[in-house]
């Protein structure tokens, strides 16, 4: 498996529900961020976390990261039908910092109204 | 305010012709990286530049890619005598700041390319 791998492929609740992505990645990192993307459009930055950090939030955001496991998990609560799209994990090690990130496949969320 | 701007949104190319991708980095921000994502699949790096600089391209193919950021304008990913396998979206992505700082990417809207 490659660095920033996420977990589960594809994801499907109902309006309202939590959905929970997890990432996992292979050698250290500097920062690990998500973004989102939907069907046949560009990526938007949702959240930036630092090596140091271990949660953060930003409205119904909320990333953890645990770098003992290597591993980082985007929870979105209460759901809404526009939630609906691609969501992927990258990140950046300290060789690379600022430069080139790496993403993972990412994680298919539909979010059913 | 605007974002980060790409063109042509969509491009097709015979094979054999070049294809030339455009990228506006976000106002004030002097780093640009290009992505290529296949679909149902992640971003992959290509290359990452700075005013007139290359500075890393280790996901560049040795062949045909090539990849410009001038004093004036925008960034240009040149792809020569495209293939089919080179059909796929290209995402330009910006930041405030490189190697000295850990700042944001944010891309822009990508351009579609297919090879017929």
């Known amino acids: 498996s490659q660095q920033g791998e996420e977990d589960p492929q594809a994801l499907s609740i109902q309006e309202g529900e939590n959905a929970t992505m997890n990432c996992s990645y292979k050698t250290s990192i500097n920062n690990l961020q998500w973004y989102r993307q939907n069907s046949g459009r560009g990526l938007v930055h949702l959240i930036l976390i630092r090596s140091n950090e271990r949660e953060k939030h930003s409205g119904r955001l909320r990333v953890t990261l645990d770098t003992s496991k290597k591993s980082s998990s985007l929870l979105i609560t209460a759901s809404r039908a526009a939630d609906t799209a691609s969501y992927f994990c990258?990140?950046?090690?300290?060789?690379?910092?600022?430069?080139?990130?790496?993403f993972g496949e990412g994680t298919q969320l539909t979010v059913n109204p | 305010n605007a974002g980060v701007m790409q063109n042509p949104r969509h491009l097709v190319r015979r094979r054999g012709q070049e294809a030339r991708l455009r990228c506006s980095p976000m106002?004030?921000?002097?780093?640009v990286y290009w992505y290529r994502q296949l679909p149902e699949e992640g971003l992959k790096f290509m290359v990452y530049l700075q005013k007139e600089n290359i500075i890393d391209e280790s996901g560049m193919p040795k062949e045909r890619f090539s990849a410009e950021f001038p004093k004036e304008g925008p960034s240009i990913l040149r792809i020569q005598q495209v293939v089919r396998g080179d059909s796929a979206a290209y995402f330009c992505?910006?930041?405030?700041?490189?190697?000295?700082?850990?700042?944001?990417?944010?891309f822009g809207p990508g351009t579609r390319l297919t090879v017929t």
């Open positions: 990258a990140t950046d090690t300290p060789e690379t910092s600022g430069s080139r990130l790496t």
């Open positions: 106002k004030g921000h002097s780093h």
């Open positions: 992505a910006s930041s405030l700041a490189g190697l000295a700082g850990a700042y944001e990417q944010y």
